[in-house]
């Protein structure tokens, strides 16, 4: 049920809102609607929704200067220590889990660091080079998807992650309710 408010914002951030939301194929309360939605979830962690924007900003300019998050155990780890990243990766997918975190977002983002990956509407593929940063990356990716019972193909420096027929329909459902809001306009 929708109940209308008024809200008093500046005139060009407004007009800096709807262009953005024209952009993505949405309306402006669309946009506003999935923007508060995820501030609101950040704030139920207990994590200040303002900064978490300000701290992804940082992020994407340091990704693209090639930096990349690993867990602290990972930048010591001896690169032919199989075990204690398959270790590692099972924590962190359990840890997902129990949070009830989209596992395939968060490898999405992950797969970002990597250098060669093609993404489809139905897998991930990550190519690397044997005992590269890039390795690691798609050894913990794997070992994230396995935990999250995801089907993962690994073969050498090739990793192959299936992604779930919910996880498919959920983000075409996404994608049409943006779409048909946007045209009722």
């Known amino acids: 049920m929708v109940h209308r408010r008024t809200l008093a914002l500046d005139a060009d951030l407004i007009d800096k809102l709807k262009e953005i939301a024209k952009k993505r194929g949405t309306t402006l309360s669309n946009y506003l609607r999935s923007l508060l939605r995820e501030a609101i979830d950040l704030e139920d962690r207990g994590y200040y929704a303002p900064k978490a924007l300000r ?20 930048v010591n780890l001896n690169r032919s ?39 489809d509407s139905k897998r991930i593929v990550i190519l690397t080079l044997p005992n590269s940063h890039d ?25 192959s992650i299936e992604i779930p027929e919910e996880e498919l329909s959920r983000r075409l459902s996404e994608f049409r309710r943006g779409r048909s809001r946007s045209y009722q306009k």
């Open 81 to 119: 220590d199989d075990s204690t990243l398959e270790g590692i990766s099972e924590r962190l997918g359990s840890v997902l889990r129990e949070l009830g975190i989209n596992v395939v977002e968060i490898i999405d983002i992950l797969s970002s660091s990597c250098s060669n990956v093609i993404t």
């Open 135 to 159: 390795y690691l990356i798609a050894k913990l990716i794997a070992g994230i998807a396995k935990s999250a019972g995801l089907s993962v193909k690994e073969e050498g420096a090739l990793v």
């Open 55 to 74: 701290e992804r900003k940082y992020e994407y300019l340091l990704m693209n200067l090639g930096f990349t998050y690993v867990p602290k155990e990972l």
